[in-house]
Every structure is written in structure tokens, then in C-alpha cells.
């Protein structure tokens, strides 16, 4: 299964610097403390986001709104996935009778509830505003392929584990792997699940931090306090919206990650705190 809108190839940023944030569920105050503290430059750097940018968080719109710069790129998530699922009978006749979840999808239930506010129940339909930023998620792509060379970097929301990884030998998809979707070669059903959904990486022991042939894969999905590197993967989900709850934001363990990828370090904002953390180096493959 493939289309042009799974896959996006970007060139080198010859003009600045390029970062990579972790799943915004939408903390877009936390995003805007950390973009201040880097100086962030919109005319020449760019921003990356691993994909989850609603649902959870305070200001899940202001996030989709991200769409609209010129210098902000995102991957399409399982919780934007879950509301695409959730509004399919919407999307298709443009009519919402209730926000009743009648196929069972989980996405009210997993922080969906703050379309309510955008819900105009005498039109059955949703406001013009959340309709923009629905038609902007369907237009996201499931993985970025970023720069050429030591440069290059990947987006995608979970993992690039392959289908077939128990019996080929390889667990993760590879740069000439890649190379061929970008070309045109189809990416199985499988391996598109594994982008939205998949949890082995970062939930398994003994892999090595870096996978020779594989350029550094950024990916959020599965919680932690800090960055961790497995396979070439690295996981920068570190639970912005876990800040919300007093006793995380007391902890200090958790909140958004902002990667910088030309220094190979991160740094982490939380609710309840206004200091912002920064994180030592991490290897990147060559």
C-alpha cells in the first residue's frame, strides 16, 4: 500500500537549524517556552514534530494551527489517526447528528473530548476552525525523510520495525529500504501499522543504540522521562502532558523534549516549572 502522501522528502536546511519535537498532545504553551529559549528563528530554521500533536492537553487546536507556518513539519499520529477513524462518518457526509463514539474507536476516551467545544450541534456539523485543521491532518504524511548524506535524518510518529523481522534476520527498516518507498515501492500494511502503533523498540533490552545503515529516526509514542536511542531510533516522547497532573510537574521528571539536531542534544519544559532542563549529547549514526 502506497501513496505520494505517505512519504515526504525534504532537502538540507542550508539555512539554519532544524529540531525535532516530541508528541505535543497538545502543551503548546510548553513548545513556545522552548522555541523562545533556543531563539528560534522562523526565517531560516525548521521544526519537526513527531506526530500526536492533539488530544490530552489544553490547547490541542493552537497545535494543529502549526500546519499553517511554512517552517513547522509533522507525521500524522495514532491519536490523529484515532480521530480520523472517530469522524469518518463525518468526514464523508459532512453531517454530525452527536459525538457519540458508536464504532468504539477510544478516541473520546483517550483525550478526544475537547472537539465538544468545537461541536455545533443546531448544524450538526463542526466549526469552520476545527474543519481547517481536519483537513490539514489528512493531508499529513505517515514518515519525512529529511536532508541527504551525514545530514539525513527520518520523522515517523512509532517505529520502522519490519513485518517480518522474526524471521529476516533485520529488525528495522533500512536508509535503502526507505529509499525505494520514496521511489515508489509499496510499504505493506504492517510495517504502516508499526508507524502509528508499534512499541517493540522501546519496550525491549539488549539492542544497540545505533543500527549501521540507518540514518537517525525520530519517533515519539511510547513515554519516558528522558531521550533514549535504540536501533537508530530516537524516542523523544518524555509526557508533556503527564506535567499537567501536580504530582509529575512536582516530580520534574517529565515534560516536552525539543531535539536539536545539529547539536545532537535535547531540551525538556514542564508544567509547574518555569527552568527549563537541558539534556547531555546522544550518538548519532554516521
Same mark, same amino acid.
Given at each position: 500500500?502506497?501513496?505520494?502522501?505517505?512519504?515526504?522528502?525534504?532537502?538540507?536546511?542550508?539555512?539554519?537549524?532544524?529540531?525535532?519535537?516530541?508528541?505535543?498532545?497538545?502543551?503548546?504553551?510548553?513548545?513556545?517556552?522552548?522555541?523562545?529559549?533556543?531563539?528560534?528563528?522562523?526565517?531560516?530554521?525548521?521544526?519537526? %514534530?513527531?506526530?500526536?500533536?492533539?488530544?490530552?492537553?489544553? $490547547?490541542?487546536?493552537?497545535?494543529?494551527?502549526?500546519?499553517?507556518?511554512?517552517?513547522?513539519?509533522?507525521?500524522?499520529?495514532?491519536?490523529?489517526?484515532?480521530?480520523?477513524?472517530?469522524?469518518?462518518?463525518?468526514?464523508?457526509?459532512?453531517?454530525?447528528?452527536?459525538?457519540?463514539?458508536?464504532?468504539?474507536?477510544?478516541?473520546?476516551?483517550?483525550?478526544? $473530548?475537547?472537539?465538544?467545544?468545537?461541536?455545533?450541534?443546531?448544524?450538526?456539523?463542526?466549526?469552520?476552525?476545527?474543519?481547517?485543521?481536519? *483537513?490539514?491532518?489528512?493531508?499529513?504524511?505517515?514518515?519525512?525523510?529529511?536532508?541527504?548524506?551525514? *545530514?539525513?535524518?527520518?520523522?515517523?510518529?512509532?517505529?520502522?520495525?519490519? %513485518? $517480518?523481522?522474526?524471521?529476516?534476520?533485520?529488525?528495522?527498516?533500512?536508509?535503502?529500504?526507505?529509499?525505494?518507498?520514496?521511489?515508489?515501492?509499496?510499504?505493506?500494511?504492517?510495517?504502516?501499522?508499526?508507524?502509528?502503533?508499534?512499541?517493540?523498540?522501546?519496550?525491549?533490552?539488549?539492542?544497540? *543504540?545505533?543500527?549501521?545503515?540507518?540514518?537517525?529516526?525520530?519517533?515519539?509514542?511510547?513515554?519516558?522521562?528522558?531521550?533514549?536511542?535504540?536501533?537508530?531510533?530516537?524516542?523523544?516522547?518524555?509526557?508533556?502532558?503527564?506535567?499537567?497532573?501536580?504530582?509529575?510537574?512536582?516530580?520534574?521528571?517529565?515534560?516536552?523534549?525539543?531535539?536539536?539536531?545539529?547539536?545532537?542534544?535535547?531540551?525538556? *519544559?514542564?508544567?509547574?516549572?518555569?527552568?527549563?532542563?537541558?539534556?547531555?549529547?546522544?550518538?548519532?549514526?554516521?
Amino acid at each position: 500500500m502506497n501513496n505520494p502522501s505517505l512519504i515526504r522528502k525534504l532537502p538540507n536546511n542550508a539555512a539554519g537549524k532544524d529540531y525535532v519535537v516530541g508528541d505535543l498532545h497538545g502543551c503548546f504553551d510548553l513548545l513556545e517556552q522552548l522555541l523562545a529559549h533556543v531563539c528560534f528563528d522562523t526565517n531560516a530554521d525548521r521544526l519537526f %514534530s513527531v506526530g500526536d500533536l492533539i488530544d490530552r492537553g489544553p $490547547d490541542s487546536l493552537r497545535c494543529l494551527r502549526l500546519l499553517t507556518e511554512p517552517w513547522f513539519y509533522a507525521v500524522q499520529g495514532n491519536h490523529e489517526l484515532m480521530m480520523l477513524d472517530f469522524l469518518t462518518p463525518y468526514l464523508s457526509t459532512g453531517k454530525l447528528k452527536n459525538l457519540e463514539d458508536i464504532s468504539e474507536t477510544g478516541f473520546l476516551e483517550y483525550g478526544g $473530548d475537547w472537539i465538544a467545544a468545537y461541536f455545533q450541534p443546531e448544524h450538526e456539523c463542526m466549526s469552520d476552525e476545527f474543519n481547517n485543521g481536519l *483537513a490539514m491532518i489528512l493531508e499529513l504524511p505517515r514518515f519525512l525523510v529529511v536532508g541527504t548524506g551525514n *545530514a539525513r535524518f527520518h520523522v515517523v510518529h512509532a517505529e520502522l520495525v519490519k %513485518s $517480518d523481522y522474526r524471521h529476516s534476520g533485520q529488525t528495522v527498516w533500512l536508509d535503502s529500504d526507505i529509499d525505494r518507498w520514496v521511489d515508489g515501492e509499496d510499504i505493506d500494511i504492517n510495517t504502516l501499522e508499526r508507524f502509528f502503533w508499534g512499541r517493540k523498540l522501546m519496550r525491549s533490552e539488549g539492542y544497540p *543504540a545505533v543500527q549501521q545503515g540507518l540514518s537517525t529516526t525520530f519517533c515519539g509514542h511510547t513515554v519516558a522521562n528522558i531521550p533514549r536511542q535504540v536501533l537508530s531510533h530516537l524516542c523523544i516522547d518524555t509526557g508533556a502532558f503527564l506535567t499537567l497532573n501536580n504530582h509529575y510537574a512536582k516530580a520534574g521528571e517529565y515534560g516536552l523534549t525539543l531535539f536539536d539536531v545539529q547539536e545532537a542534544s535535547w531540551l525538556r *519544559a514542564s508544567y509547574g516549572s518555569s527552568n527549563v532542563i537541558m539534556g547531555t549529547a546522544i550518538s548519532m549514526p554516521c
